[in-house]
């Protein structure tokens, strides 16, 4: 069974600064990695994905991440943070069963950005 | 653009009442299926579907049943609602599973209390 690790509960950063969110991943084939954001009382949506060819991924409002198959990480980066970008974060690994989708997310991450 | 719609937004109830969570999507997509967020737990999944009259249990099933007889809509049922049930509900569908070019779209959620 797939398993998705994220070291971080909380991180704090200054506005502007840079950020690294971290991702670890345990599953038997190649994975399909996802990050998603969820602004408080609002749901989740995608930032970016990794399914095949470059390991490294652009996604939405600047964000990117880095797919390391031999380190079994899937990094988020952002170059410089802005303060609307505080929310909570979540790595998922997709995988198919036996009949259809099925995703397994870490415990997420929550980014405070300090003025 | 309505997405993936739940009703209710809130809902407190009683140990021991029954209630059904709504999910609706307008995408006509196969996949649909729902997670609770517990804090430090991110999102685990509890039933699925991968169309009309298929459904199929997740990680967490115990205590819930799921029915899918549109494709539109897949209800969440509590038979006797337990204080272990207390958490943030989502439903979240897909054109296809998790190995396609396709995310999985997300609701904005119910907030469940039980007392």
């Known amino acids: 069974a797939q398993s998705v690790t994220q070291p971080d509960i909380h991180i704090t950063v200054s506005e502007g600064a840079s950020l690294e969110l971290r991702c670890n991943y345990s599953?038997?084939?190649?994975?399909?990695l996802f990050w998603y954001v969820q602004s408080p009382g609002q749901g989740l949506q995608l930032l970016l994905k990794?399914?095949?060819?470059?390991?490294l991924v652009q996604g939405i409002k600047g964000f990117e991440a880095e797919f390391k198959r031999s380190q079994s990480s899937f990094n988020l980066r952002k170059p410089s943070v802005h303060w609307s970008d505080a929310a909570e974060y979540f790595c998922a690994v997709g995988a198919l069963n036996n009949a259809g989708n099925m995703l397994t997310f870490g415990g997420g991450t929550r980014l405070m950005v300090k003025p | 653009n309505a997405g993936v719609t739940q009703t209710p937004k809130f809902q407190v109830l009683k140990t021991g009442q029954s209630m059904t969570l709504q999910c609706a999507q307008d995408?006509?997509?196969?996949?649909m299926s729902w997670y609770r967020q517990d804090p430090g737990m991110g999102l685990r999944l509890i039933h699925y579907?991968?169309?009309?009259?298929?459904?199929d249990q997740g990680e967490v099933p115990n205590g819930y049943n799921v029915s899918r007889s549109t494709t539109e809509d897949f209800p969440l049922r509590l038979l006797s609602a337990a204080p272990s049930q207390t958490s943030v509900y989502f439903c979240?569908?897909?054109?296809?599973?998790?190995?396609?070019?396709?995310?999985?779209?997300f609701g904005d959620g119910t907030r469940l209390s039980i007392l």
């Open positions: 599953y038997g084939a190649t994975p399909y």
């Open positions: 995408m006509n997509h196969e996949y």
């Open positions: 979240a569908s897909s054109p296809r599973g998790a190995y396609s070019n396709q995310p999985q779209h």
């Open positions: 990794y399914f095949s060819g470059d390991t």
């Open positions: 579907s991968v169309g009309a009259g298929i459904t």
